[in-house]
């Protein structure tokens, strides 16, 4: 028997519904999207067990929520050691929720695929029928990470990485930075020594790979995290991603805290 000395049933270990100052934030660094079109973020969940997983998706809801990019989940798949049925993301964690979606809008691979494999998507894939009837099969019903596996999920990672832009971020070689100069005008722009200072801090050694219009301008950005070799990110979010105003860096802790736990 565990006997605690505070009523845990009384602690807060997140804000629902969260306070008036993280409701009204707004991310200065949100993409600019044509009326009736968007832009997504997408990404590979990674290959080790769920707390690796769940380690690099906190990173990818970190850039979404900042973005203000439209995510989509990975199709349906196992995730190692936690269940030997196929899962969504949303099985574990409430993206769905009304205060998520205020936040990120999250759509399912099935809704991404069935709205841009059309003719004008970013995805078009009318030349290739039954190319997109699969694509539209392993959405559905799921795929496994084997990659001579006639249901392997590297059919719809190809895709991605073919039509996308890969964000070229590794967690051990680089750190992404969250600058609002860098962002508008370039990261030579960044020229106060107490920020550079804290950049050069917080990368220990690593590249600074600052947020423009490199990442900002593709229709769709893509994370290769399942990339163990180039692209893996197996860090937590506040090793990896640094917002130089303190604000939003504290900002995006709390909305970590707040949003990214486990469903009831």
Known sequence: TVECDVDVNAMAYWNSPQGKRDEEFVSPFRVTVPPGKKKYLTFEPDGGGFNNIRMSMENIFVVAAATGRTLVLPPPQLMYLLSDK????????????????????????KEFLERETEKGGYLELDNEPGRKMK??????????????????????????????????LKDSRDCLIFDEIAFNHGPAAVTSPMTNASIEKFCAGRKPIYYGSEMAEPDILHFLTSDT??????????????????????????????????RD
């Not at 893996?232 to 130089?244: D, E, Q, W």
């Open 135 to 168: 694509l539209l099969e392993l959405a559905s019903e799921g795929c496994v990470k084997a990659q001579k596996d006639s249901n392997s999920c590297s059919l719809l990672d190809e895709l991605l990485i073919e039509r996308g832009y890969t964000a070229p």
């Open 86 to 109: 196929k899962l969504n993301f949303d099985d574990v964690f409430p993206v769905n929720s009304e205060f998520f979606q205020k936040r990120v809008e999250v759509i399912s691979n």
């Open 229 to 262: 070799g180039e692209y893996r990110i197996l860090n937590h979010f506040y090793s990896v991603i640094y917002f130089t105003n303190p604000a939003q860096d504290n900002y995006y802790k709390r909305f970590v805290r707040d949003f990214i736990y486990f």
